[in-house]
C-alpha cells in the first residue's frame, strides 16, 4: 500500500462514510436473517388508572386459577399469554415536584424523579421533564438491531407537550413526542417501499467495497496517529462496523411483511375518529414489527390529563378525565368510567389478535413480542401512585410465562422495569434510581 497520511485517511473515510448518505435498509429488511425469530418489545399507556376491584385478580389471589373481571373480560381468549400484578408501587413518582399526573407520567417508563421545571399541572403545582432515559429506549440501544427505525413512538391524541403528555426519553429531559397521524406514521415507516431489489443489492455491494478499503486505510494509519486521535478513530471506525452489519441485513422483506397501503387520512385530533385512529395506529404498529422495520414500539392513548369525550360511544358530555375523577356513590358516571375502561381493553385484545394472526416459524409474531400495558395512576378519583395495573402479554420469545397473577406488598415498579431487560435477552441488575430498585420481581422470570 501506498504512504498514506492522516489527511487523505480521513478524506477517504469521509467519502466512504459520511458522505454516503445514513443507510436506510430497505423497508422490511431484516437486520439478521440468521437465528431464530428476534423479540420485540411494545409499550402501551392508558391514562387515568382503573378500577381494580373490576380489573382483575386481587391482592393475595393464587398465580393461577383466577379469574378476569368485567374491565378486561374482552382479554379472556388471551388470558394464558397474560400477566396481572397487584402490589407494585410507583415509588419515585411519590417524590419530587408537581401534582401526580406529572410525576407518575415522567417516573412511569424512567423510574426516576421527577426534574424542578415550570410546567404547570392540573393542580397548578409546577414540575420539569422527566430524569432519565425510558425503558423502552434503554432496551432499543442495548438490543442494537441495527433495523431500519431503533424505535417507534405513535400516539392517538396526544395534545400537549408537557411532563404529564411524555411517557418516552432518549435521556434526562429528552421527551420524544409520538406521532398522532397514521399518515405520517406510514410514509415514515415505509416510505422507501418498493425499489428494484437487484439493484438495492448492486448499491449495497458497492458501498461494502467502499467500507473495507476505509478499513484497509485504518488499519495502516491507527499506529502512526496521537493517543488523542487514536480514540477519535476508533470510534469513527465503530459506527463503520455497525453500518457494515447493516449492509449485511438481508433486502428481502420477510415473508409475514405486508405493508398494503397507506390508511385513509383523517383529523388526528378528533374525538369523533379517536376509535378509527386507535385501529388504525395498532395496525401500522404491528406491520412495522412483522417487516421488522423496528423491534421496540409505543403506543400512547391521548395524555394523563386529556380533553377527551368519547363521542364515538355516544359518551358526549363528560372527558375522560373527569369520569376517572368521579366520586365512587355517582353510579352514573362511573358506569360510563367502567364502559370507557371496557372498550381500553378491547383495544389491546385487537392488538393481541393482531399479533397472534402474525405466522413466525412454528409460532406467531405474539409469542416474540413482550406487550408492557401502562397507565400513570392506580385510580384516578384519589390520584393513588400505588398498585398500579400493570399487565404482561405474549410470550418474549419464550421468556414469558403467562396465564399467572403476581402479587406484592409494595414492591417498586423499578425492579419491573428491569425485568423487562431479563425478558428481553438484555439484563441489567438495575434501573432508574437505584434507591428504588431491588433487581428483578421475584417470581416474574
Not at 121 to 133: E, F, M, S, V
Request: hydrophobic share 40%.
Amino acid at each position: 500500500m501506498s504512504t498514506l497520511t492522516r489527511r487523505t485517511f480521513l478524506r477517504r473515510a469521509g467519502l466512504g462514510a459520511l458522505a454516503l448518505p445514513l443507510l436506510q435498509l430497505p423497508r422490511g429488511a431484516r437486520a439478521d436473517s440468521s437465528g431464530p425469530f428476534p423479540k420485540r418489545l411494545l409499550v402501551l399507556f392508558q391514562p387515568n388508572g382503573t378500577k381494580k376491584e373490576l380489573w382483575g385478580p386481587q391482592p393475595g389471589d393464587p398465580e393461577r386459577g383466577w379469574q378476569l373481571g368485567p374491565i378486561l373480560e374482552p382479554l379472556t381468549p388471551f388470558k394464558d399469554r397474560l400477566v396481572l400484578f397487584n402490589g407494585v408501587d410507583n415509588l419515585a413518582a411519590l417524590e419530587g415536584p408537581g401534582g401526580p399526573h406529572q410525576r407518575g407520567m415522567a417516573a412511569l417508563l424512567t423510574g426516576r424523579v421527577i426534574g424542578e421545571g415550570d410546567f404547570v399541572g392540573g393542580d397548578g403545582r409546577r414540575a420539569g421533564w422527566g430524569n432519565g432515559i425510558s425503558i423502552d429506549q434503554h432496551i432499543a440501544q442495548r438490543l442494537a438491531a441495527g433495523t431500519p427505525l431503533t424505535s417507534l413512538e405513535l400516539g392517538v391524541r396526544v395534545q400537549e407537550s408537557v411532563p404529564r403528555g411524555r411517557m418516552i426519553y432518549r435521556g434526562p429531559e429528552q421527551p420524544v413526542p409520538p406521532e398522532n397521524d397514521p399518515v405520517v406514521a406510514y410514509q415514515r415507516i415505509f416510505g422507501q417501499q418498493g425499489g428494484d431489489p437487484t439493484a438495492m443489492r448492486r448499491q449495497l455491494a458497492e458501498r461494502r467495497s467502499v467500507l473495507d478499503q476505509v478499513f484497509q486505510d485504518f488499519q495502516a494509519l491507527e499506529r502512526r496517529v496521537s493517543a488523542a486521535d487514536r480514540e477519535k478513530l476508533q470510534q469513527h471506525a465503530a459506527s463503520l462496523r455497525d453500518l457494515e452489519g447493516r449492509l449485511g441485513a438481508m433486502v428481502d422483506p420477510p415473508a409475514q411483511c405486508a405493508p398494503g397501503v397507506s390508511p385513509p387520512s383523517r383529523d388526528p385530533m378528533s374525538e369523533a375518529e379517536y376509535g378509527a385512529l386507535v385501529t388504525a395506529q395498532i395496525d401500522l404498529m404491528v406491520t412495522a414489527l412483522a417487516c421488522d422495520v423496528t423491534r421496540v414500539a409505543s403506543l400512547q392513548f391521548s395524555t394523563a390529563v386529556n380533553a377527551l369525550r368519547f363521542t364515538f360511544m355516544g359518551l358526549n358530555d363528560q372527558q375522560g378525565h373527569s369520569l376517572s375523577h368521579a366520586g365512587d356513590s355517582n353510579a352514573i358516571l362511573q358506569g360510563q368510567w367502567e364502559a370507557m375502561l371496557t372498550w381500553y381493553s378491547r383495544q389491546v385484545a385487537y392488538l393481541l389478535e393482531r399479533l397472534a394472526a402474525v405466522p413466525e416459524g412454528d409460532g406467531t409474531l405474539l409469542d416474540n413480542t413482550l406487550i408492557v400495558w401502562t397507565n400513570e395512576l392506580s385510580r384516578g378519583n384519589t390520584h393513588s401512585l400505588r398498585d398500579l395495573p400493570f399487565v404482561l402479554a405474549g410470550g418474549a420469545g419464550g421468556a414469558l410465562r403467562g396465564g399467572r397473577h403476581l402479587s406484592y406488598d409494595g414492591l417498586p415498579h423499578n425492579d419491573l422495569l428491569v425485568s423487562l431487560t431479563h425478558l428481553m435477552g438484555v439484563p441489567e441488575p438495575s434501573f432508574g434510581d437505584a434507591a428504588f430498585c431491588n433487581g428483578p420481581l421475584p417470581g416474574l422470570l
